[in-house]
T-cell receptor
Framework: NAGVTQTPKFRVLKTGQSMTLLCAQD?????MYWYRQDPGMGLRLIHYSVGEGTTAKGEVPDGYNVSRLKKQNFLLGLESAAPSQTSVYFC?????????????FGQGTRLTVV | GQSLEQPSEVTAVEGAIVQINCTYQ??????LSWYQQHDGGAPTFLSYNALDGLEETGRFSSFLSRSDSYGYLLLQELQMKDSASYFC???????????FGAGTRLFVKA
């Protein structure tokens, strides 16, 4: 049971570089989310998607873009990385209505921007 | 509004009982979930309430009062391995989630 898989697990970027984080889920979930978590802090929602082809901004969307071309995949892009984007990024998915009581998380991507 | 409020830190001794509270704003509320996160790990689901009352899952229970916009996570017979961060999470009508609480750091002492 793969659940939610994030790639890569670790990455170091130079300021100004771009990259894409991939999230894949095999549970046929409608909803997918990208969060960032800074040291000692909670989870902050970057963007989310309520279905294939749809995306919405969360709490901290600036500097990030997302795409959900296929139901099982949710991509997070950093257009021009900045040191302030150094963080741990978590992807999650959940089902609709009563199935949505539990969000399943990937293992996280540790990103350092130097 | 979407915010969730929970205490930043709680300390308790092994074998004790601890309660972690969470208050939420009611706009679009469907249910309240709780997650545990150990350092370096991903959040994992513990419990969920959509109706008023207590849900019990082993040593962990969760309570919800919709009229008070309040819930709590109750941890019994605390063990050292329970030292972690605990987050409450609001599920909106339709099932999607847009906000987590900032987390409560639980320290369990011998």
């Amino acid at each position: 049971n793969a659940g939610v898989t994030q790639t890569p697990k670790f990455r170091v970027l130079k300021t100004g570089q771009s990259m894409t984080l991939l999230c894949a889920q095999d549970m046929n979930h409608e909803y997918m989310y990208w969060y960032r978590q800074d040291p000692g802090m909670g989870l902050r929602l970057i963007h989310y998607s309520v279905g294939e082809g749809t995306t919405a901004k969360g709490e901290v969307p600036d500097g990030y873009n997302v795409s959900r071309l296929k139901k099982q995949n949710f991509l997070l892009g950093l257009e021009s990385a900045a040191p302030s984007q150094t963080s741990v990024y978590f992807c999650a998915s959940s089902g609709r209505d009563r199935e949505g009581t539990e969000a399943f998380f990937g293992q996280g991507t540790r990103l350092t921007v130097v | 509004g979407q915010s969730l409020e929970q205490p930043s830190e709680v300390t308790a001794v092994e074998g004790a009982i601890v309660q972690i509270n969470c208050t939420y704003q009611t706009s679009g509320f469907y249910g309240l979930s709780w997650y545990q996160q150990h350092d370096g790990g991903a959040p994992t689901f513990l419990s969920y309430n959509a109706l008023d009352g207590l849900e019990e899952t082993g040593r962990f229970s969760s309570f919800l009062s919709r009229s008070d916009s309040y819930g709590y996570l109750l941890l019994q017979e605390l063990q050292m391995k329970d030292s972690a961060s605990y987050f409450c999470d609001k599920t909106n009508t339709g099932g999607f989630k847009t906000i987590f609480g900032a987390g409560t750091r639980l320290f369990v002492k011998a």
